[in-house]
């Protein structure tokens, strides 16, 4: 059974520091991993979707990267902003006709003015 | 467009009531799906649905019941719900085949008296 974690749990950083979100799975035949925001009481935004062909993708500020043979997936952002704070959810997809996923546990980030 | 329209926001409930719950996108995707989620946790998968047929199931119990009338809209039926049953339902729909990038839609926070 796949198993998804995200270290730390929460995070709090000033504003302007680059930081890394890190998330780590314990079977690596996957097919993607998406990373997701999630600002409370709303749904999930999509950030980035890496397939398990790729070795990372960037949009902006992000960077997200995959690792399939050490279970790792890490995003990067730079020059955080008060408007990150969010939780980061990673999501790990296996293969068949639709995205089935393991979502990890999350990484609730701060960035403080 | 990627976006995932819910209906209503926010739902309060007694446990006798029924009541719906509305998802619907128009991005041309055919799997839609239904994920329940609690503070502080990540969603969890409820029901998938491909190509209008219904196709994962996750041991949910039968007072929450699925319907899928037309590839754009997901519908939730809720009947006889417990209190436990409170919480944040997203929908979220993705393409079959490569890709299959997850889009959420902004959840529905149902409150069950």
């Known amino acids: 059974k796949q198993e998804v974690t995200q270290i730390p749990a929460a995070l709090s950083v000033p504003e302007g520091e680059n930081l890394v979100l890190n998330c780590s799975f314990t079977d690596s035949a996957i097919y993607n991993l998406q990373w997701f925001r999630q600002d409370p009481g709303k749904g999930l935004t999509s950030l980035l979707l890496i397939q398990s062909s790729q070795r990372e993708q960037t949009s902006g500020r992000l960077n997200a990267s995959l690792d399939k043979s050490s279970g790792r997936s890490t995003l990067y952002i730079a020059a955080s902003q008060p408007g990150d704070s969010a939780t980061y959810l990673c999501?790990?997809?296996?293969?068949?006709?639709?995205?089935?996923?393991?979502f990890g546990t999350g990484t609730k980030l701060q960035v403080i003015p | 467009d990627t976006e995932v329209t819910q209906t209503p926001k926010h739902l309060v409930m007694g446990m006798t009531n029924k009541k719906s719950l509305k998802c619907e996108q128009h991005m041309g995707h055919r799997a839609m799906y239904w994920y329940k989620q609690k503070a502080k946790k990540p969603p969890e998968l409820m029901f998938v649905?491909?190509?209008?047929?219904?196709?994962i199931n996750e041991s949910v119990p039968s007072r929450f019941s699925p319907e899928c009338p037309n590839s754009s809209l997901l519908n939730l039926h809720l009947h006889a719900l417990q209190p436990e049953d409170s919480a944040l339902y997203l929908c979220?729909?993705?393409?079959?085949?490569?890709?299959?990038?997850?889009?959420f839609g902004e959840g529905s926070r149902l409150t069950v008296l």
């Open positions: 649905y491909s190509y209008e047929k219904l196709s």
């Open positions: 999501a790990v997809g296996i293969g068949g006709g639709y995205q089935k996923v393991t």
């Open positions: 979220a729909s993705s393409q079959q085949g490569s890709g299959r990038e997850l889009f």
